[in-house]
């Protein structure tokens, strides 16, 4: 789906990964997960590219449910995969996390859980090499993205700020659809494994200029940065 020009959603409001074409091919923002390997191909047909047009894949974060099909790039085609130095050990399998699931809706939650094992969910490959980025760094790859820190969900969940598509990539730094209760608008994002850090991080997205906020959940953000924060702001207030 084509948010904007030079940038486009993978996937749904359920699990979502995107792409950002710029000079010279495509950023992959996030994997979703494996059976949304179809998403990716009928999306690059749509757009009249290839896989081969890829030329690097930056996670927000190393949770199964953002690296799905990452490995099959990074293996299949030799597409390098960049994510934040504190995630790198979870990319790889090595370590997770399994914060409270907090407030659920049996409707809410039947349907992530149905959706993600109907996509592939089970059959996460995790990645056997990352590279390793961190706050500031500006990526040699299509649009020039720039990483931004924002811990809480996990330690190395980052953001990815994309000035040539107006656009921000947050993975699970919020959401705007509650996977576990189904509850719309920016609010905190569940399984986050620091809620302090967390909240630090959502005042933290008023400081970067952007139109566009694209969360791994739920429907994208487009009143901008700051109108974000405020929002999260109320939100956390009550959560």
Do not use: C
Not at 118 to 127: D, H, I, V, W
Not at 224 to 238: C, I, N, S, W
């Amino acid at each position: 789906m084509q948010l904007a020009p030079g940038l486009h959603r993978v996937g749904n409001d359920i699990i979502a990964a995107y792409l950002v074409e710029g000079d010279g091919g495509l950023t992959l923002i996030d994997a979703g997960v494996a059976g949304q390997y179809s998403d990716l191909l009928a999306e690059l047909k749509a757009m009249g590219r290839s896989v081969t047009d890829i030329k690097g894949v930056v996670l927000t974060h190393g949770d199964s449910d953002h690296i799905g099909y990452a490995e099959r790039l990074r293996s299949e085609h030799g597409i390098p995969v960049y994510v934040g130095e504190a995630d790198a050990a979870r990319a790889r399998g090595e370590e997770s996390s399994h914060p409270a699931w907090g407030k659920a809706r049996i409707g809410a939650t039947t349907g992530f859980l149905w959706y993600s094992m109907r996509k592939g969910g089970m059959r996460t490959k995790y990645l056997t090499e990352v590279i390793p980025v961190h706050d500031g760094d500006v990526l040699d790859l299509p649009g020039s993205p720039r990483i931004v820190a924002l811990p809480g969900h996990s330690a190395g969940s980052i953001g990815i700020a994309v000035p040539a598509v107006d656009a921000l990539f947050v993975g699970d730094a919020f959401t705007t659809r509650h996977v576990l209760t189904g509850k719309r608008g920016p609010q905190p994002a569940p399984f986050t494994d620091d809620q302090d850090a967390a909240r630090e991080s959502h005042a933290k997205l008023a400081t970067v200029e952007a139109r566009w906020v694209l969360p791994g959940h739920g429907p994208a953000w487009d009143r901008g940065t700051r109108e974000l924060a405020a929002e999260l702001a109320r939100a956390d207030a009550t959560a």
